[in-house]
Protein backbone atom coordinates (compact mmCIF):
# COMPACT_ATOMS: atom_id res chain seq x y z
CA UNK A 1 0.00 0.00 0.00
CA UNK A 2 1.25 3.31 -1.13
CA UNK A 3 1.49 6.51 1.02
CA UNK A 4 -1.27 7.94 0.00
CA UNK A 5 -3.90 4.94 0.15
CA UNK A 6 -2.42 5.07 3.49
CA UNK A 7 -3.53 8.54 4.52
CA UNK A 8 -7.07 8.68 2.19
CA UNK A 9 -7.74 5.01 4.96
CA UNK A 10 -7.08 7.36 7.97
CA UNK A 11 -9.50 10.10 6.48
CA UNK A 12 -12.91 10.99 7.38
CA UNK A 13 -14.92 10.30 4.00
CA UNK A 14 -15.87 13.92 3.71
CA UNK A 15 -12.33 14.45 3.59
CA UNK A 16 -11.50 11.61 1.46
CA UNK A 17 -14.02 13.04 -1.06
CA UNK A 18 -12.60 16.50 -1.35
CA UNK A 19 -8.70 14.87 -1.18
CA UNK A 20 -10.18 12.69 -4.68
CA UNK A 21 -11.73 15.27 -6.07
CA UNK A 22 -8.81 17.89 -5.86
CA UNK A 23 -6.03 15.08 -7.03
CA UNK A 24 -8.89 14.60 -10.02
CA UNK A 25 -9.00 18.29 -10.95
CA UNK A 26 -5.00 18.57 -10.24
CA UNK A 27 -4.61 16.18 -13.09
CA UNK A 28 -7.14 17.20 -15.42
CA UNK A 29 -5.96 21.37 -14.89
CA UNK A 30 -4.04 22.87 -11.90
CA UNK A 31 -4.74 26.17 -12.95
CA UNK A 32 -8.39 26.27 -12.39
CA UNK A 33 -7.74 25.03 -8.48
CA UNK A 34 -8.18 28.46 -5.72
CA UNK A 35 -5.54 28.84 -3.60
CA UNK A 36 -2.47 27.42 -5.38
CA UNK A 37 0.13 28.66 -4.04
CA UNK A 38 4.12 28.72 -5.27
CA UNK A 39 6.94 27.22 -2.71
CA UNK A 40 9.70 29.94 -2.44
CA UNK A 41 13.12 28.49 -3.43
CA UNK A 42 11.73 26.18 -5.49
CA UNK A 43 11.50 26.72 -9.36
CA UNK A 44 8.33 24.78 -10.09
CA UNK A 45 6.72 23.51 -6.82
CA UNK A 46 3.48 24.35 -5.34
CA UNK A 47 1.31 23.74 -2.84
CA UNK A 48 -2.39 22.81 -2.33
CA UNK A 49 -4.10 23.34 1.02
CA UNK A 50 -7.10 21.12 2.04
CA UNK A 51 -7.91 21.57 6.05
CA UNK A 52 -4.94 19.95 7.97
CA UNK A 53 -3.32 17.91 4.53
CA UNK A 54 -0.49 19.34 1.62
CA UNK A 55 -0.75 18.10 -1.29
CA UNK A 56 3.20 19.91 -2.92
CA UNK A 57 3.56 19.13 -6.57
CA UNK A 58 5.95 20.47 -9.46
CA UNK A 59 4.49 21.75 -13.15
CA UNK A 60 7.22 20.54 -15.81
CA UNK A 61 7.58 22.63 -18.89
CA UNK A 62 5.09 20.46 -20.61
CA UNK A 63 3.22 21.53 -18.21
CA UNK A 64 2.59 17.89 -16.96
CA UNK A 65 1.74 17.70 -13.08
CA UNK A 66 4.00 15.72 -10.88
CA UNK A 67 2.53 15.02 -6.90
CA UNK A 68 5.55 15.11 -5.02
CA UNK A 69 3.84 14.41 -1.64
CA UNK A 70 0.70 14.32 0.02
CA UNK A 71 0.62 14.71 3.49
CA UNK A 72 -0.83 15.98 6.84
CA UNK A 73 0.78 19.40 8.26
CA UNK A 74 3.33 19.32 10.26
CA UNK A 75 7.55 20.75 11.07
CA UNK A 76 8.86 17.64 8.15
CA UNK A 77 6.44 18.90 5.36
CA UNK A 78 8.22 21.06 3.23
CA UNK A 79 11.75 19.45 4.48
CA UNK A 80 14.14 17.36 1.77
CA UNK A 81 11.67 18.59 -1.73
Known amino acids: MDRIEKLLRAM ?10 LLAQ ?8 PGIKKLIGKQHAFRIRLGGYRIIFIVHADRTVEIVRVTKRDEGTYKNL
Request: glycine share 0%; aromatic share 6%.
Open 26 to 33: LKRDYTLI
Open 12 to 21: NPKQKLAMLL
